[in-house]
Each structure stands twice: as C-alpha cells, then as structure tokens.
C-alpha cells in the first residue's frame, strides 16, 4: 500500500521550513557577530550565550510540526503493514488449520498409546518402590522405537511421527483413587497442556507413595529413534536423503542425556534395575552417541543400545513402523529373545530356536489380527 502524496508532501515541507530557518538563523547570528566584534570585541561573548535561546524558540513550534508528520509517516506504514499480514494470513489460514487438524490427529494417537504403556508400566511397577521413587521425583522415560524410512510417503510418517512424540512433552500425569468400577482415564487441560488422571482400585492405589496419592503431577520424558532398515531405506541412502532420521535422532540424543543426568542428580544409585551392574550407562550413551555420529547405513545398533538405555531407566518402549507388521514383528520378537539371554539366562544354543518359534506364532497372530481388521 502506497502513502499518499499529501503525507510525503507535509514531511518534506516541515523539513524545508526547519532547514530554511536554521540557514536564516545562521545568516543572522553571523551578521550580528561580526558587527558586535567590529565595536565591542567582549560583547560577542555574551552573544553567543543568547544565540541558543533564540534558536530554540524559533525552531521548536517547526521541529514539533516535523515530528508530527513523520508520526502520521509511521501509522501509515504499519497500517500498510498489517494489511499485508492480513492479506498473507488470509491466504495461507485453510493451510494453517489443516496443519493444525493433523497434528491433532497425530497426538491423539500418540497419546492413546502412551496412556496405555503408562498403565501398564505403573501396575507392573508398584511392588518396586525405586521405579515408584523415580516416577515422581524425575518422572517417566518413554522410548519410541521407529522403523520408517526416509523415503517416499514413509518419510511424511517419520515427520508427523516426530512432531506427535514431541508434543507428548506436554502431558502430566496424575493417579487418583477410582470412586466406582470405572477406571477408564480422564483427559483434561488444552493444546498447551495435558492432564491425564488415571484411576486405580482402593487396594492399588494404598501401595502408591505419598507423594503421588497426594496428587502430585508426573511428567513423561518422550524419545524417538528412527532406522529404516527396508529397500526403500536402501533407495534413501543412495540415492535421497537421510538428513531428517539423522536430525531426529541427534535431538533425541540429547534429550535422553538431560534425563540420565536429572535421574543422576536425583536417584541413588540402588533404584536401578538390578541387571543394571551388567553395562555403565555412561558408556552406553557414549556408545550411542557415537554410532549416532558415524552416520552408518542401517545402523541398527542404534537400536538396541536405544532399547538397553530405557530398559535400564525403567523405561517403557514402543516399537512401529508402517504398518506394525513385519518390521515390527522382526524387532520385537529378536528383543524379547535377547532379553531371555541377557535377564533370564536363555543358553545361546537355545537362542535361534526361541526366535524361530516366537516369530512363526507371533506371524499367525498378526495375520489374524490384520484380516479381522480389514473385514470389519
């Protein structure tokens, strides 16, 4: 939006009538110098020291007319401005509230899920008064493991997936006594923030520590790291780019280690698992981070130290991909085997039969689950 010429033109005659009289003043201020000097060299002094405040009295009424139109300069520009905006905003505002709509479809499914790994880690956990001492005083570490590659449509999966796991960082817990036979959870709170009040029977909730019967909020610490390990994955790393599973798993790096050094500075030393002595966690993060640097393809020991890291921190884990499927079933099944030998000392002879066997079940189990899904 163009300033009219009448703005401009008030600017340039206040400036014109300011330098117009300071030229005027000058002229005059030096006419009468000389002729002072000419009669009473002493009395020029005493000129000078009135000079100022005539100037000040003939240039003050031109200087605030001045600053008056170079404020009407100013409104104009920013009324231009925010007509700009308005116009940029109007444009892009159905593409603002379809963004908006589908994060908000992607955090429901992360927090559907994270609502339930919550529950299930609290009722297998409240016999451990460590893992319960952590859960209030640090708070919870959530690991997700992500199987997607960098290309194609898997790639837009790994995008939403990382911003949905993100904004889990904004959800607090809080368990409360169930006062019937509903323990379904309660939601409360906006975007901005999230309150999930899960509800336990009498007897359940007696075994809680004071601090969590008394209400107090337990905040969830969300990781994410991603390896695509298909043949599109293959593609990416030869032919595209594999900069956003990189990105995404540095960030997450360092997100872990803020929570190792809170679990450090808070938690003595006893109230990690017992199978904990096994690897330093220290060097475990070390470890990580360097295979993190390494930039390998298909890095899979991403992975496992990932997986061992939140195990040790009495984390609770996720495993997807795109479908829950094959890539899923592959991992999950091979941690479980790789938990019986290195928790429940499964003998290593055993260790490829009981892969075998898990993942032969384990696949007639999802293809029973997919066929009902899709015949509903």
């Known amino acids: 939006m163009a300033f009219p010429d009448r703005v401009w033109a008030n600017v340039g005659k206040s400036l014109n009538c300011v330098i117009a009289m300071v030229d005027r003043l000058l002229e005059k201020d030096n006419i009468s110098n ?17 000079t100022g405040g005539d100037w000040y009295e003939q240039l003050y009424p031109l200087v605030i007319t001045l600053k008056d139109c ?3 300069v100013v409104t104009r520009a920013k009324q231009s401005m925010a007509f700009v905006l308005l116009q940029e905003l109007a444009c892009g505002l159905p593409q603002c509230l379809m963004l908006t709509l589908r994060r908000d479809i992607v955090f429901s499914q992360a927090l559907a899920g994270l609502v339930c790994g919550f529950i299930i880690k609290l009722h297998t956990g409240l016999h451990d008064q460590g893992f319960l001492q952590q859960l209030h005083t640090v708070g919870l570490l959530v690991q997700y493991e992500g199987l997607l590659s960098t290309y194609s449509e898997e790639a837009g999966m790994l995008e939403d997936m990382a911003v949905g796991i993100s904004d889990l ?27 999930i009040e899960v509800q336990l029977p009498a007897k359940m909730f007696e075994l809680l520590p004071q601090e969590i019967k008394e209400g107090k909020l337990l905040r969830m610490y969300p990781v994410l790291f991603n390896v695509g390990i298909n043949e599109q994955q293959t593609l990416a790393e030869r ?36 199978f904990q002595e ?22 899979v020991e991403i992975m496992w130290l990932a997986a061992t890291i939140c195990r040790k921190l009495n984390g609770v884990r996720f495993t997807c991909c795109k479908s829950a499927k094959d890539r899923t079933s592959m991992s999950v099944t091979l941690e479980q085997c790789s938990i019986l030998r290195d928790e429940h000392q499964l003998h290593k002879d055993f260790f490829i039969r009981a892969l075998d066997c898990m993942r032969s079940h384990y696949d007639a189990a999802i293809d029973v689950y997919v066929k009902r899904l899709f015949h509903k």
């Open 169 to 195: 960082q904004k959800v607090m817990f809080k368990v409360i006594e169930a006062k019937s036979e509903d323990f379904l959870p309660i939601i409360t709170g906006r975007r901005e923030h999230y309150i």
């Open 70 to 72: 170079m404020g009407e």
């Open 278 to 299: 096994q690897n330093d966690l220290k060097g475990l993060l070390e470890n990580l981070h360097q295979n993190i640097q390494a930039k390998k393809r298909k890095n």
């Open 239 to 274: 032919f595209g780019d594999t900069t956003l599973q990189e990105n995404i798993n540095q960030e997450n790096l360092e997100l872990l280690k803020e929570y190792y050094k809170l679990f450090t500075e808070k938690m003595p030393p006893d109230c990690l698992p017992h």
């Open 34 to 50: 000389i002729k002072e000097a000419e009669n009473d060299p002493s009395a020029a002094d005493c000129k000078v020291l009135h």
